[in-house]
């Protein structure tokens, strides 16, 4: 630490050397007419002089800098040790030196204030991720003990609709239970699925097959509906390490919830375009619609669970993807504008780190 501070202080004097040297070499110049003993004279004078007033500059320097510096050196150092509490001595000075300390001082309450922050937040996290593993668990419990009940209803509503003479109008009564059953045992598989994710099986396949499966089923949803659904293949194989099953089921959500936005939308056919491709290293699938697009400020909360913006929505299905998506080690994201579509983006690596 010595060093570096003889670097600056030397640095510093060398200017005001090379001024003095150039005044003594002028000096002698100017004073060759004199005599020997003179000249001498003046030398040992011109000298001392130049002594004296590096000895001045050196101790100028050690008093107004050397100190608040290796003060400075030594509260950085404790910083980053992790003491935000340290204080510099020099910050009641009225000159550079003093406004260098204050603004140490101002950056280290900064620092103090921010790590309190981080730290509140931190414990706030922590508490709310409790409660959700909490809830999960529950979550899961209740999925199991009302799926078998509904099992049994599904199963008694198709011995009364086969009973039911055939024109009897309480069949449409007895169709509509049976798909409001279906409705909610679908969202019950999914909050399961989301409390206690499978952990996914991963091996090489090529993810055009994935997609073009995926496809195959959202066609037969978009069959009674004026939406075409388009798929671009990656020019050759595209082996990814992924588990097919779980990454068509986040397709297959994607294009659905696609085909959805396209309800309400204007007069026309609706397009929904699949395309799969590799950038950057990943593998990635595109899902483009001409649908009605999702406002931005729903854009931040759309991957939550149970937020949604359908009106017969379970919340849990994006939620899902991403966080199948995550568990492959990808990124899914999305572009949307009000009126002309939306684009979601699911980023996979080719292998697993």
């Not at 993810?207 to 978009?222: D, G, K, M």
């Not at 509906?225 to 097919?244: I, N, R, S, W």
């Not at 009106?311 to 993807?321: N, P, V």
Request: proline share 4%.
């Amino acid at each position: 630490m010595l060093h570096l501070r003889l670097n600056w202080q030397l640095r510093a004097l060398l200017p005001v050397l090379a001024v003095l040297l150039n005044g003594l070499l002028l000096f002698i110049l100017a004073t060759l007419s004199l005599g020997a003993g003179e000249r001498r004279t003046v030398l040992v004078v011109a000298t001392v002089g130049a002594i004296a007033i590096c000895a001045v500059l050196v101790l100028t320097l050690s008093l107004v800098l050397s100190g608040p510096m290796a003060e400075l050196e030594d509260k950085i150092q404790r910083v980053r040790e992790g003491d935000l509490n340290v204080t510099v001595s020099f910050a009641g000075r009225t000159d550079d030196i003093g406004q260098l300390g204050r603004n140490f001082n101002q950056m280290v309450t900064q620092l103090r204030e921010s790590r309190a922050e981080i730290e509140r937040l931190h414990n706030t996290q922590m508490s709310r991720a409790e409660h959700l593993a909490t809830l999960g668990e529950l979550a899961a419990g209740l999925a199991h003990e009302i799926r078998n009940p509904l099992a049994g209803i599904a199963g008694v509503i198709d011995i009364i609709g086969r009973d039911l003479p055939e024109h009897s109008p309480a069949r449409d009564v007895v169709k509509d239970v049976k798909q409001e059953v279906m409705r909610v045992n679908r969202i019950v598989t999914d909050l399961l699925e989301t409390a206690r994710p499978k952990p996914p099986e991963y091996r090489a396949a090529d993810l055009n097959s994935t997609a073009e499966h995926a496809v195959i089923f959202a066609r037969q949803q978009a069959l009674s509906k004026p939406v075409k659904v388009e798929l671009h293949k990656y020019d050759g194989q595209l082996l990814v390490e992924h588990d097919t099953g779980q990454i068509h089921q986040v397709l297959l959500n994607l294009m659905l919830n696609a085909i959805q936005a396209m309800d309400n939308a204007a007069a026309g056919p609706g397009q929904v375009d699949v395309d799969v491709s590799a950038r950057d290293g990943l593998a990635v699938v595109g899902v483009r619609d001409t649908g009605k697009g999702i406002k931005p400020e729903h854009l931040p909360y759309i991957f939550r669970p149970f937020y949604t913006t359908k009106g017969c929505g379970t919340g849990l299905g994006l939620s899902l993807a991403r966080r199948i998506v995550e568990d492959h080690g990808g990124k899914i994201t999305v572009r949307s504008e009000v009126g002309k579509g939306s684009t979601f983006e699911v980023r996979l690596p080719m292998r697993r780190s």
